[in-house]
């Protein structure tokens, strides 16, 4: 896919999802008080996840096995 979204991002959803993280993080991060601080790691923990652990690399993968390495 070379138009559109695809053009930019390969997976937009997941790329929209990491945004949102981010996003609502900065919003509440004036408002977060001594152990709340803990959570402004969520943005990084979802990107990871989606990146290296459970989005991107099942999509990857299966898509290799339907289609073949195209890279």
């Not at 999802?17 to 709340?36: A, D, M, N, P, R």
Request: glycine share 8%; aromatic share 16%.
């Amino acid at each position: 896919m070379c138009t559109g979204l695809w053009s930019y991002s390969r997976h937009p959803n997941y790329c929209g999802e990491i945004i949102l993280w981010f996003g609502t993080t900065i919003f509440v991060s004036q408002s977060l008080h001594k152990w709340e601080m803990v959570s402004l790691i969520c943005p990084f923990f979802v990107y990871f996840l989606l990146s290296k652990v459970s989005g991107v690399p099942l999509l990857e993968a299966k898509a290799d096995k339907k289609w073949g390495n195209t890279s």
